[in-house]
T-cell receptor
Framework: DQQVKQNSPSLSVQEGRISILNCDYT??????FLWYKKYPAEGPTFLIS?????DKNEDGRFTVFLNKSAKHLSLHIVPSQPGDSAVYFC????????????FGSGTQLTVLP | GAGVSQSPSNKVTEKGKDVELRCDPI?????LYWYRQRLGQGLEFLIY????????KSGLPSDRFSAERTGESVSTLTIQRTQQEDSAVYLC??????FGAGTGELFFGEGSRLTVL
């Protein structure tokens, strides 16, 4: 049972335009959500997070939106840059021991120059 | 070291052999996590350590998998009698505390790619 789903395996966007990556979750106990970015042959790196008490968090070009009623979150990158090309993983966490993250399967973003 | 270090970076083994994967976390990080990523899939949680203790081993796929941590530092993930379905990238992550010091941020190593023939 996949509790965190990223239904788009890939996304291509023109440089300068907005990239929107989507993520859906099924477990209503999740209360913290994160986005990680992964380049080939490297480990994932933390990008941005949001608590369930908020519906938006912004950090520079990156904004994460959370819609709890729809159990949906999205990552917006504006403007997109070629260096943003990577695999983006959505992850969720719930209260409890360790708060281990449950990851989605990732979306490969390609920003075209 | 400056980051999380994992070894070996690549390991090819024959079915039925045992393998050991090593993780050196960031110095001072008390929490350590093991994940694995099979081809085309997301990261699958395996086990975490708080200090040298692993309170919950239910994420380990089978009893062929075991992990230990010593000196609140290095951790070893051991897979006995490897099977082809064990082929994956095994990722280690560490954080200052169990919840990444408030942001949920885990610092990942580059992973150990295991191929079982």
């Amino acid at each position: 049972d996949q509790q965190v789903k990223q239904n788009s395996p890939s996304l291509s966007v023109q440089e300068g335009r907005i990239s929107i990556l989507n993520c859906d979750y099924t477990n209503s106990m999740f209360d913290y959500f994160l986005w990680y970015k992964k380049y080939p042959a490297e480990g994932p790196t933390f990008l941005i997070s949001i608590s369930s008490i908020k519906d938006k968090n912004e950090d520079g070009r990156f904004t994460v939106f959370l819609n709890k009623s729809a159990k949906h979150l999205s990552l917006h990158i504006v403007p997109s840059q070629p260096g943003d090309s990577a695999v983006y993983f959505c992850a969720a966490s719930r209260p409890g021991s360790a708060r281990q993250l449950t990851f989605g399967s990732g979306t490969q973003l390609t920003v075209l120059p | 070291g400056a980051g999380v270090s994992q070894s070996p970076s690549n390991k090819v083994t024959e079915k039925g052999k045992d393998v050991e994967l090593r993780c050196d976390p960031i110095s001072g990080h008390t929490a350590l996590y093991w994940y694995r990523q099979r081809l085309g899939q997301g990261l699958e949680f395996l086990i975490y350590f708080q200090g040298n203790s692993a309170p919950d081993k239910s994420g380990l796929p089978s009893d062929r998998f075991s992990a230990e941590r010593t000196g609140e530092s290095v951790s070893t993930l051991t897979i006995q009698r490897t099977q082809q379905e064990d082929s994956a990238v095994y990722l280690c992550a560490s954080s200052l505390s169990l919840f990444g010091a408030g942001t949920g941020e885990l610092f990942f190593g580059e992973g150990s790619r295991l191929t079982v023939l």
